[in-house]
């Protein structure tokens, strides 16, 4: 498995019993595996989404802004593009959906080929970095199907253990299907699973899937979380609890 990045002198080495006491406590934890959701979690994409709905919400003639925006988060492009379609003054057919469904994608995919490794904080990667050698098997679930090509863009292309997405479900969050194949591709029970979440779909799909989640940014406020992370490095403190 391929490190994240090669600064050896920054970061902080253990000792053999070190190591073993840590990973004795994630046992105790009863947690073998981590699924992140991505966009919002490893990284941030909202910008790119929110540009690629736009223009084609405009050239749709339908009003669009942030705040319905916010209501996409953590669900598929076909009920993203449901929603949005509130507003429009005509029914358009599946044929018609669809079409507008693959332009948005497209946009969307061209804007994301601005992502770098820049894109992936010091501090998440430290952390991840941190979760691998505490034993963890880590995963990704996430409902979008350019989950891959984002992985890639960052330099996480080959890091995580699995990787579930919109390319293998049929039901997306906050039905828990993502998060259930994430498991079962780590060969793992989901309760042996923590979900880290931070959309409200998201968290409900974990609750659904009988695992705990941790929350971050606006999903640690939401009461469906199990902790309440403040930044993404206190996901350290939580599986040695």
Partial sequence: MQRLWKEPDEIKTFTEEEENISKERVQRMGKKGIIFDLDGVICHTDKYHYQAWKKLADKLGVYFDEVINNRLRGVSRMESLNIILEKCDRELTIQ???ACAEEKNEIYKE????MTTEDLSREVRE??????????????????K???FILERIGLGDFFDTVSDGNNITFSKPDPEVFLKAAQFLNLQPEQCLVVEDAEA????AKRGNMDCAGIGEGA???????KLCDFQELLSVIEK
């Fill in 96 to 98: 018609e959906k669809e």
């Fill in 127 to 144: 952390t991840l970095e941190q979760l691998r050698e505490k034993g963890l098997k880590l995963a990704i679930g996430s409902s979008s």
């Fill in 146 to 148: 350019n989950a891959g």
């Fill in 221 to 227: 406020e939401s009461h469906l979380t199990t902790y």
């Fill in 202 to 205: 998201g968290l409900l799909a």
């Fill in 111 to 114: 804007l994301l080929k601005n």
